[in-house]
């Protein structure tokens, strides 16, 4: 139950998401436009979860992916949904907030 939970959550092996970014991963909040208004993480693509799957076309497949939200339950949904679909590259970042300080 627990490694199901980590493996959901992507709490698996420490993730370097400044490196990350570095070499060029995008990085796609899931929040409504309205939350994402509110604060959000330096050059962060807005694409709320409820419009994500219209809009994987428009995702490079090559690079990296790290999604974020407000505590990590959308972020997880949204990573699932992109490895469904394909990508190989995917991590949840969790909260924005949490992202951010990860990045500084």
Sequence with gaps: MIAFI????GLGPTVDF?????????????????????GHVNKAQNI???????????LPKEKPIITCCASGMRSASAKALLQS???????????????QHKLN
């Design 6 to 9: 980590k493996r959901i959550f």
């Design 18 to 38: 400044k490196a990350l970014v570095s070499s060029g991963a995008l990085i796609i909040d899931v929040r409504s436009p309205a939350e994402f208004a509110g």
């Design 48 to 58: 709320p979860l409820d419009r994500l799957s219209s809009q994987l076309k428009k």
């Design 85 to 99: 679909n394909g990508f190989q590259e995917v991590y949840n970042g969790g909260g924005w907030q949490q992202l």
